[in-house]
């Protein structure tokens, strides 16, 4: 096997706790598109339909406005990364989207993340040639059966492998990396690894976490990476460093929409900046500081702090120092 066996994100992060507060977002993911062909039963808008109904594209005009303002900052993003609800390929644009971005030097890396099943030979040269540094593609089955059960499409697995195998030998200066769940291999990691190693930088099998918090008494758990890590973490990390850009141009705090609570702005009447800044956003900041994330009424059922993210975004040590910061006196909400 060629490929490297890694997780996601390793060897690139820094401890959050070292560096914050930040004057500029780490990374923003944008939501090209709305829609997504896949219906994956564990996918988190299968057990929000209402939710996640509309299908929509993210207009060309409005993202170049976004990318435009994020030139105040002054300095570039970590990253900007395509992804979200939706299926980021949809958007026939997202090419031009990759190229408007890399152009604007306004983040080092761009990022895609992908089912696969829009790759070809034409559209990949469109992806390379965009610039893009890192396409991530989410396997779903290691065969046709397995893609109907799990995502209710009807795929060409030969002709899929084909697809990802061109992408890989054109790649330029593009990575790509290739992940599956657990539970949907098992105990065929070998077979996985014969059928995608060959054709990624990189490849991973990703531990599946639950929809939901249990009631037990468990004091540790174990994260999407593999990492055992205290299951009561204190303060959400992700509106520290990171932002939303919504298919309609809202900014919301976190990837999953949280509703009118979590909105922060629109990019069409708000400059990112100010957003990054406003008083919206470190409330909910000290909100979360202060401990009260479970009174919060979306993000108490949120499993991301412990599950969802990386020991190294864990930032409760500094507390106390960050609600000095943003105006606190640390007292509970």
């Known amino acids: ?68 303002d994020l030139k105040g900052f002054g300095r570039p993003l970590k990253s900007l990364m395509f992804a979200k609800m939706g299926e980021p390929t949809l958007n026939p644009e997202l090419p031009d989207m990759i190229k408007y971005v890399k152009k604007s030097g306004t983040a080092l890396s761009t990022k895609v993340i992908t089912n696969g099943s829009m790759l070809n030979p034409d559209y ?7 610039g893009l540094d890192v396409l991530r593609i989410s396997i779903q089955g290691l065969t046709e059966e397995e893609y109907i059960n799990i995502c209710g499409y009807k795929i060409d697995m030969e002709r899929f492998l084909a697809n990802i195998k061109h992408f890989y030998e054109n790649k330029k200066q593009c990575k790509v990396f290739i992940k599956i769940l657990d539970t949907i291999i098992e105990d065929r990691k070998e077979a ?35 990492e055992t890590i205290e299951k009561d973490v204190i303060c959400c990390p992700i509106p520290f460093y990171s932002l939303n ?49 479970i009174k919060h009424k979306e993000c108490r059922r949120c499993i991301a702090p412990s599950l969802c993210l990386q020991s190294s975004d864990c930032i409760d040590s500094k507390i106390k120092k960050l609600l000095k910061w943003y105006g606190h006196d640390g007292e509970r909400l």
């Open 124 to 130: 990949n040269l469109k992806l390379i040639d965009s």
């Open 245 to 293: 850009l919504e298919v309609n141009g809202d900014i919301e705090i976190c990837t999953v929409r949280l509703g009118e609570e979590s909105l922060l702005g629109n990019v069409v009447a708000n400059n990112i900046v100010e957003i990054w800044n406003n008083e919206k956003l470190n409330n909910f900041r000290i909100l979360q500081l202060s401990g009260n994330r």
């Open 192 to 226: 996985f690894f014969e059928m995608f190693g060959n054709i990624c930088d990189e490849i991973s099998i990703e531990h599946q976490i639950p929809a939901r918090f249990s009631k037990g008494n468990d004091s540790d758990v174990t994260n999407m990476v593999g």
């Open 1 to 68: 096997m060629k490929a490297k066996l890694t997780t996601w994100g390793a060897g690139e992060r820094v401890k959050l706790v070292d560096i914050v507060p930040l004057d500029t977002p780490l990374s923003i993911q944008v939501e090209p598109s709305s829609a997504c062909n896949f219906k994956c039963h564990y996918c988190y808008r299968q057990a929000d339909p209402e939710r996640y109904k509309h299908s929509n594209m993210l207009d060309f005009t409005v993202f170049k406005k976004f990318i435009d």
